[in-house]
């Protein structure tokens, strides 16, 4: 079975603080996620990686930023934290191949005080 | 970014009653996705349709692949109370040349069983 781990299940952060958000997963996939979830809103993709050191922006990447410096870990970086990422973070991963789907972790939950 | 229009947004039900929801989208899609999202976790992929007109079952449920490509619905049958949770559709086309295809999430539809 895949499994995609992510470190923290519940953060509380200070406004301006840096946030680090860290994700692992053990089924060797090339491409790795990092989605917000809201409600109503669904999940929205913030940054992308397709290998180690690449990274792509999704639908919302301002005000974060991400690092891949090895294939099984992709980590989210909140630089100065503010109130409006309070949120429910999502780490996914999907293997080569386009009949290959998505698999998610168990989220992170961080607020912004 | 594009979302997909997911309805209901939320609906409480009887335990054993049957369940249905839907996605529409603008856009046409190669691939369609359901996943379900328990309290506190993440989600959980149900089904996943790859041709158009496809009907496919897990269990207690169905879901199918619109003939347009712009649509999909997914029924569940018979609900029990571990049926609570978010829905979500998802579609996906395949990049051409790469092996990532972009995914798109419905809005979710809350589901509330009552036994």
């Known amino acids: 079975d895949v499994k995609v781990t992510q470190s923290s299940r519940y953060l509380v952060k200070r406004t301006g603080e840096k946030v680090f958000l860290e994700c692992v997963q053990d089924?060797?996939?090339?491409?790795m996620f990092w989605y917000r979830q809201d409600p109503g809103l669904g999940l929205r993709l913030i940054y992308f990686s397709y290998d180690v050191k690449m990274k792509e922006k999704g639908d919302i990447p301002e005000g974060y930023s991400v690092s891949r410096e090895k294939k099984e870990r992709f980590s989210l970086i909140l630089e100065s934290a503010s109130t409006n990422q309070t949120s429910m973070y999502l780490c996914a991963s999907r293997g080569q191949g386009a009949g290959n789907t998505i698999y998610f972790g168990e989220g992170s939950w961080l607020t912004v005080v | 970014g594009q979302q997909l229009n997911q309805s209901p947004q939320s609906m409480f039900i009887q335990e054993g009653e049957d369940v249905s929801m839907n996605c529409t989208s603008s856009s046409i899609f190669n691939t369609w996705l359901w996943y379900k999202q328990d309290p506190g976790e993440g989600p959980v992929l149900l089904i996943a349709?790859?041709?158009?007109?496809e009907l496919t079952s897990n269990g207690r449920l169905t879901a199918q692949f619109g003939i347009t490509r712009k649509d999909s619905f997914l029924n569940i049958s018979a609900s029990i109370p571990s049926d609570v949770g978010i829905y979500f559709c998802?579609?996906?086309?395949?990049?051409?040349?790469?092996?990532?295809?972009?995914?798109?999430f419905g809005q979710g539809t809350i589901l509330t069983v009552h036994p």
């Open positions: 349709l790859y041709k158009a007109g």
């Open positions: 089924m060797d996939h090339e491409n």
């Open positions: 998802a579609g996906q086309l395949r990049a051409g040349g790469t092996s990532y295809g972009k995914l798109t």
